[in-house]
């Protein structure tokens, strides 16, 4: 999941199989398939993470937080409050 590149290369996009996402660093277990949905943006978005402490989340603006391994750290991208694909979602 994490080092996602902005033009071409990012695989995991349009990979809808089931199973889990992990951080490509340490294997923290970070989303499931199920949360994942199609999205205009170039990298995999996701409505929810696996479990609390998945990630870490910091807050950049009142919209977007910064998103990080909850286990190593590592930068994951963001989440985009009320942008998920219903109302009150947010993506990953």
Request: positive net charge; aromatic residues 14%; hydrophobic residues 30%.
């Amino acid at each position: 999941m994490s080092f996602c590149r902005f033009v071409g290369g990012e695989i995991y996009k349009d990979h809808f199989k089931p199973g889990i996402y992990v951080c490509s660093n340490c294997n923290h277990p970070l989303f499931s398939s199920r949360s994942k949905f199609a999205h205009s943006s170039p990298w995999p978005a996701f409505t929810d993470t696996l479990r609390e402490d998945s990630v870490t989340k910091l807050m950049e603006t009142l919209t977007a937080y910064k998103v990080l391994c909850g286990k190593c750290g590592s930068g994951l991208g963001h989440e985009f409050v009320n942008d998920g694909p219903v109302e009150g979602k947010s993506r990953f």
